[in-house]
Each structure stands twice: as structure tokens, then as C-alpha cells.
């Protein structure tokens, strides 16, 4: 019997030459692959964002060419259709298609809007059917029945099932080593200890790429360097990133992890979110290589440093997902601390007197990348002290990052970041005065303001803006059992302290740009 003609569309962040799909030529399958304005235009996205997406979706679809698939590729510059909806109807048409396939999305929206064109497919006579993007190490519900019935859906919880499921780094069904968690020994600060081993040059080629971007009019924020664009845009870059990553960082990667440093955005972290988020790499693949390499011990990398690895990525990463397939879609409107403020302009420029925020922010537009503490302690700490709305703050994530899609962006935003969602993810609010930030970085001794200061026009805003905080959310924060030790040290302030913190305070949040 003749086999259906099939239409099978890849999106984006669907580019896992390992799937299934493309074992075997088949004649009566056409792939689909399209830059649209649907997702150019959903956020403001970085221009390095765009380019890469791109610049890996044609690197991807040749790819497949070569093998002697039939792709159907439509660039930015000849795509009439503003929606996936309205391409996929037209090509069903013109095609004469009788099936219409496709992974599993790993956004809410995409995944919603693609079900409702099912449902009219079908209507329709078209036959349609959803499959794995077989790149994760868990299904979208493995969290939700894991923590079925428990109060609280902690990460750690999380992680050692996983640990225990794969057997990565477990000796007789225990963690190697004794120990679970290696955290504690991966908390130092960088003072030029070692050398920092430059990364790659990778050399892509995206000059044309850029001018179709311009010539479109798509709007973007950041900047791009057309002579030096240095992420992974293909398998084979992403493997050798990996191997960089494991020869030359692993080393050092838990130990400065946490690390803010202003001379080098990267330190020794992987810059693997990119390729894997697109699914260039898998997570197997990049867990594996790096417990080779530590089992090899060929490059000298300690438990603690692996460890803090893995469970970035076995546990983390796959928690990440679970809680945004739990959670959704109420998830994306949450806002229990009731934050309402407007993003400082700041945020687009980096222009600021707080080096911290003008060192993480100015980065992020040169590079579309910050590192973790970078996000968290330093944008996200800010913008959680002076109650930025969630909304927007979920927006610029969204937009500026390389690796940023919605489901590994949210739940880090609104969940661990702003604590939006109450502590489903985390147990408390992650927030600091300017002390965090001075003993991880070397920012606070060339700021304009004085870390160690908490009064006066020189004092770090980061230092009343903390006291404030827990003050302002008494009522929803004092119980928890986390921050009695916080709440304990505000009581003992006196009212005229309390006064001070408060009016400067006050003053940063009316008008954060002024600082
Ligand atoms: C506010 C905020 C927003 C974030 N938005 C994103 C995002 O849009 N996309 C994204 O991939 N990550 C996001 N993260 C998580 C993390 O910051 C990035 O994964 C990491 O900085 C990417 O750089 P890297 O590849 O050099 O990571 P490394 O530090 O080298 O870590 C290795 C890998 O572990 C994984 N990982 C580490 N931490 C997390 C985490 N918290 N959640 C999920 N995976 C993790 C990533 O795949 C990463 O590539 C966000 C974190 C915060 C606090
Ligand atoms: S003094 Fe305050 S504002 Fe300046 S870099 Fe340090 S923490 Fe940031």
C-alpha cells in the first residue's frame, strides 16, 4: 500500500540530526523548515538570537539535504506567511499532503497552537500525529508524577531520582564519593587563581544572514559581530564546544561557578545552553563525555567539579522543564508578591552607575549571554528588590539571551529568580545585599558606590533595597522557615534605622535609573 504523503515540520529548536526521523530517506516525506515572523516577533529578541536560530536552522536543513532528505525551506526574505498556521494549511494544499507530523513542542504556546491546527486538520481528513523530540532525559510528566501527592517538589528530591535512574556518578546504587551534593565546595570567588582558556573561534559565516534580518525590518536588541560570530551553529560545533568544555573548564567549573568576574563573561562555565536548547547536543551525550572525561581523569577533574556539572544538567535542566509542563499555563501569570514596577531603562542600555548591573547588563547586549549569578544575583536580585513586574522582567529574559525559550526561561525567571510562584521552585527568595556580591566579584571596588556603606548617598542601593524588601514582605516572607535568620536580624534595627532604609530605598525604586 502506498504510504501517505507526509508533511513533517522541524522547528527551530528541533535540530537533532539523531532523531528518528532521518535514520531513512522516505519519498513520501517533506520536511518543513521556516523562518517566520510569528517567531521573530513574539518577543524582541537579541540579534545574535535571530542569527543563530537561523544561521543553525540552514546549517541543519543542508544538512539533511546531503543525506538525500526532501526539505522544504523557506527563509525569512520569501515567507509570505506571518504564522505557522497559515504555512502549514498552504503546503497541505499545494502539496496534496494526506499527513501532517511533528515533535513535540517544547513551548506552552506552540504546543497549544499546533493542537488546534490538528484538530482542524482533521476535520479536514488530514491525518496528524505528535511525536518525541527524543532529546530530553525525561518525559514532559515524569515531575508531576514523581511528586505526586508531596507538598513540595524540591530539586534535590529531583536530582537524586534522577542520579538513581541513570547511574551517573553511582557506585552500588550509592552517590559516588558518599555525598549527593558537592555544592558547598564550589563557592569561590576568582582572583585570577588560574588562567582563563580562551574559547573557540568557531568563525561562522552570517553576514548575509544579518543584512535579511535588516532588510525585513525585524526589530532586535544587542549587538552582533559579523566578523566573530562565535556560537555553535551546527553538531560538529557543538561537539567541539564540549570537548573544549571538558578539556580546558571542567576543571574549575564548579569551584567558579558562582564566580562574578568583570574581565570575562564566561569564566569557566560551558556556553553549551545554546546548542542544547536547539538540541544540536543531547543531554546524554554531554553528561557522558564530561563523567569520561573525570572517570579518565585525563584533564584532573575532581568530584566536586563533575558533580556540580551533572546536576546542572540531569538535574536542573529536566526540573526546569517538569516544573514548566506541571505548571502551565497559570504559571505564566503569577505574581505573588504583587511586584508592579517598570523595568529601568537601564536594562536596554547598561547604562547605570552600579557596576555590577552595568557589567552583567552591558555583557549580556555585547554577547547575548551572562552567566548564572549573573542572572540571578545580579539582574534578578535587583529587579526583585525593587519589585519589578514579573511580566516585563520574563520579557527581557526572554529576549536577550542566546539560549532563552520559554520553558528553561520562565520557570528560572518567575520561579527561582522573582519567586512569582510562592516557592514551588525555590524554598526562598534568592536576594543579597551588596555583601554577596562583593565577596563573589571583583565589580564593588571600581562602583561609584560603597558596598560596605548601608546609609548615606554612597552606600550600595543594594544595601537598603535588601533591609526594605524584607520589611515591605513581612507578611507574606516572615514565616518561612528559611528566613527566620533574616527576619531576626531586621528586628533588631531601630526605627530610625529602619527610617533611613526605608526613604533610600524608596528613592531607588521611584527612580532606579537615576543611580
Ligand atoms: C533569571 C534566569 C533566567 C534564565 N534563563 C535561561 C534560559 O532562557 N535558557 C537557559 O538555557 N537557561 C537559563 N537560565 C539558567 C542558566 O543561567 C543558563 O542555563 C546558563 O547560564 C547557560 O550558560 P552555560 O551554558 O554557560 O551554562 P553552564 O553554567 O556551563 O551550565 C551547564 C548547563 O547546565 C544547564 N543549566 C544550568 N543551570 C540551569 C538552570 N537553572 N536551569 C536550566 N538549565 C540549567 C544549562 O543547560 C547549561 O548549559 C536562567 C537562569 C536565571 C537565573
Ligand atoms: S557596590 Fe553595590 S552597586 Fe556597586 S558593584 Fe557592588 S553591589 Fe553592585
Given at each position: 500500500?502506498?504510504?501517505?504523503?507526509?508533511?513533517?515540520?522541524?522547528?527551530?529548536?528541533?535540530?537533532?540530526?539523531?532523531?528518528?526521523?532521518?535514520?531513512?530517506?522516505?519519498?513520501?516525506?517533506?520536511?518543513?523548515?521556516?523562518?517566520?515572523r510569528?517567531?521573530?516577533?513574539?518577543?524582541?529578541?537579541?540579534?545574535?538570537?535571530?542569527?543563530?536560530?537561523?544561521?543553525?536552522?540552514?546549517?541543519?536543513?543542508?544538512?539533511?539535504?546531503?543525506?538525500?532528505?526532501?526539505?522544504?525551506?523557506?527563509?525569512?526574505?520569501?515567507?509570505?506567511?506571518?504564522?505557522?498556521d497559515?504555512?502549514?494549511?498552504e503546503?497541505?494544499?499545494?502539496?496534496?499532503?494526506?499527513?501532517?507530523?511533528?515533535?513535540?513542542?517544547?513551548?506552552?504556546?506552540?504546543?497549544?497552537?499546533?493542537?488546534?491546527?490538528?484538530?482542524?486538520?482533521?476535520?479536514?481528513?488530514?491525518?496528524?500525529?505528535?511525536?518525541?523530540?527524543?532529546?530530553?532525559?525525561?518525559?514532559?510528566?515524569?515531575?508531576?508524577?514523581f511528586?505526586?501527592?508531596?507538598k513540595?517538589?524540591?530539586?534535590?528530591?529531583?536530582?537524586?531520582?534522577?542520579?538513581?535512574?541513570?547511574?551517573?556518578?553511582?557506585?552500588?546504587?550509592?552517590?559516588?564519593?558518599?555525598?549527593?551534593?558537592?555544592?558547598?565546595?564550589?563557592?569561590?570567588?576568582?582572583?585570577?587563581?588560574?588562567?582563563?582558556?580562551?574559547?573557540?573561534?568557531?568563525?561562522?559565516?552570517i553576514?548575509?544572514?544579518?543584512?535579511?534580518?535588516?532588510?525585513?525590518?525585524?526589530?532586535?536588541?544587542?549587538?552582533?559581530?559579523?566578523?566573530?560570530?562565535?556560537?555553535?551553529?551546527?553538531?560538529?560545533?557543538?561537539?567541539?564546544?564540549?570537548?573544549?568544555?571538558?578539556?580546558?573548564?571542567?576543571?574549575?567549573?564548579?569551584?567558579?561557578?558562582d564566580?562574578?568576574?568583570?574581565?570575562?563573561?564566561?569564566?569557566?562555565?560551558?556556553?553549551?545552553?545554546?546548542a542544547?536548547?536547539?538540541?544540536?547536543i543531547?543531554?546524554?551525550?554531554?553528561?557522558?563525555?564530561?563523567?569520561?572525561a573525570?572517570?579518565?581523569?585525563?584533564?584532573?577533574?575532581?568530584?566536586?567539579?563533575?558533580?556540580?556539572?551533572?546536576?546542572?544538567?540531569?538535574?536542573?535542566?529536566?526540573?526546569?522543564?517538569?516544573?514548566?509542563?506541571?505548571?502551565m499555563?497559570e504559571?505564566?501569570?503569577?505574581?505573588?508578591?504583587?511586584?508592579?514596577?517598570?523595568?529601568?531603562?537601564?536594562?536596554?542600555?547598561?547604562?547605570?552607575?552600579?557596576?555590577?548591573?552595568?557589567?552583567?547588563?552591558?555583557?549580556?547586549?555585547?554577547?547575548?549571554?551572562?552567566h548564572?549569578?549573573?542572572?540571578?544575583?545580579?539582574?534578578?536580585?535587583?529587579?526583585?528588590?525593587?519589585?519589578?513586574?514579573?511580566?516585563?522582567?520574563?520579557?527581557?529574559?526572554?529576549?536577550?539571551?542566546?539560549?532563552?525559550?520559554?520553558?528553561?526561561?520562565?520557570?528560572?525567571?518567575r520561579?527561582?529568580?522573582?519567586?512569582?510562584?510562592?516557592?514551588?521552585?525555590?524554598?526562598?527568595?534568592?536576594?543579597?545585599?551588596a555583601?554577596?556580591?562583593?565577596?563573589?566579584?571583583?565589580?564593588?571596588?571600581?562602583?561609584?558606590?560603597?558596598?560596605?556603606?548601608?546609609?548615606?548617598?554612597?552606600?550600595?542601593?543594594?544595601?537598603?533595597?535588601?533591609?526594605?524588601?524584607?520589611?515591605?514582605?513581612?507578611?507574606?516572607l516572615?514565616?518561612?522557615?528559611?528566613?527566620g535568620?533574616?527576619?531576626?536580624?531586621?528586628?533588631?534595627?531601630?526605627?530610625?534605622?529602619m527610617?533611613?532604609?526605608?526613604?533610600r530605598?524608596?528613592?531607588?525604586i521611584?527612580?532606579?535609573?537615576?543611580f
Amino acid at each position: 500500500m502506498a504510504q501517505p504523503q507526509t508533511l513533517r515540520l522541524i522547528l527551530g529548536d528541533q535540530l537533532n540530526t539523531e532523531h528518528s526521523w532521518f535514520r531513512q530517506q522516505e519519498d513520501h516525506v517533506c520536511y518543513l523548515m521556516a523562518e517566520i515572523r510569528q517567531e521573530t516577533d513574539y518577543v524582541k529578541h537579541h540579534i545574535q538570537k535571530v542569527t543563530g536560530f537561523f544561521a543553525a536552522m540552514r546549517s541543519f536543513a543542508k544538512h539533511l539535504e546531503k543525506l538525500g532528505h526532501r526539505i522544504l525551506y523557506i527563509p525569512i526574505s520569501e515567507n509570505q506567511s506571518h504564522s505557522f498556521d497559515i504555512l502549514i494549511t498552504e503546503q497541505i494544499q499545494l502539496q496534496n499532503i494526506q499527513k501532517f507530523e511533528y515533535q513535540e513542542p517544547d513551548e506552552y504556546r506552540l504546543d497549544a497552537q499546533l493542537q488546534s491546527l490538528c484538530e482542524r486538520l482533521a476535520q479536514n481528513n488530514i491525518e496528524t500525529q505528535m511525536q518525541s523530540s527524543e532529546h530530553f532525559l525525561t518525559q514532559r510528566n515524569t515531575l508531576t508524577l514523581f511528586f505526586e501527592g508531596k507538598k513540595q517538589a524540591l530539586m534535590e528530591s529531583f536530582y537524586r531520582m534522577m542520579r538513581k535512574k541513570s547511574g551517573y556518578l553511582m557506585i552500588g546504587g550509592q552517590p559516588e564519593g558518599g555525598k549527593w551534593n558537592y555544592d558547598g565546595e564550589n563557592r569561590s570567588s576568582f582572583k585570577d587563581q588560574v588562567p582563563i582558556p580562551a574559547i573557540p573561534l568557531l568563525k561562522n559565516d552570517i553576514k548575509a544572514i544579518v543584512d535579511e534580518i535588516c532588510a525585513e525590518n525585524i526589530q532586535y536588541i544587542g549587538e552582533i559581530d559579523i566578523n566573530n560570530f562565535n556560537w555553535p551553529i551546527n553538531r560538529t560545533q557543538g561537539i567541539e564546544l564540549l570537548k573544549h568544555f571538558c578539556e580546558h573548564l571542567l576543571p574549575y567549573f564548579g569551584k567558579y561557578q558562582d564566580a562574578l568576574y568583570s574581565e570575562d563573561p564566561f569564566l569557566f562555565h560551558s556556553r553549551l545552553s545554546f546548542a542544547l536548547n536547539l538540541k544540536m547536543i543531547s543531554p546524554k551525550e554531554v553528561i557522558e563525555h564530561s563523567i569520561e572525561a573525570y572517570h579518565n581523569n585525563r584533564h584532573d577533574v575532581s568530584l566536586s567539579q563533575i558533580e556540580g556539572f551533572v546536576r546542572q544538567i540531569l538535574g536542573w535542566r529536566e526540573y526546569m522543564r517538569g516544573m514548566y509542563w506541571r505548571e502551565m499555563p497559570e504559571y505564566a501569570n503569577l505574581n505573588a508578591l504583587e511586584h508592579r514596577n517598570a523595568l529601568p531603562l537601564f536594562y536596554w542600555t547598561g547604562n547605570t552607575k552600579m557596576k555590577c548591573l552595568e557589567k552583567a547588563i552591558s555583557q549580556s547586549l555585547k554577547h547575548s549571554y551572562a552567566h548564572h549569578i549573573q542572572r540571578l544575583m545580579v539582574t534578578g536580585n535587583f529587579a526583585l528588590l525593587t519589585q519589578i513586574d514579573p511580566d516585563q522582567l520574563d520579557q527581557w529574559y526572554l529576549g536577550i539571551y542566546i539560549d532563552a525559550i520559554e520553558w528553561v526561561e520562565m520557570p528560572n525567571t518567575r520561579g527561582m529568580s522573582q519567586y512569582a510562584d510562592f516557592g514551588k521552585i525555590a524554598t526562598k527568595p534568592y536576594i543579597s545585599s551588596a555583601n554577596y556580591i562583593d565577596k563573589m566579584s571583583n565589580y564593588c571596588k571600581s562602583c561609584h558606590y560603597n558596598a560596605k556603606a548601608k546609609k548615606g548617598e554612597d552606600s550600595c542601593p543594594f544595601n537598603s533595597l535588601y533591609w526594605n524588601f524584607l520589611d515591605h514582605h513581612r507578611n507574606k516572607l516572615s514565616s518561612n522557615p528559611r528566613m527566620g535568620m533574616m527576619y531576626r536580624l531586621l528586628e533588631k534595627k531601630n526605627q530610625e534605622e529602619m527610617q533611613e532604609i526605608r526613604d533610600r530605598a524608596s528613592k531607588i525604586i521611584k527612580n532606579p535609573d537615576l543611580f
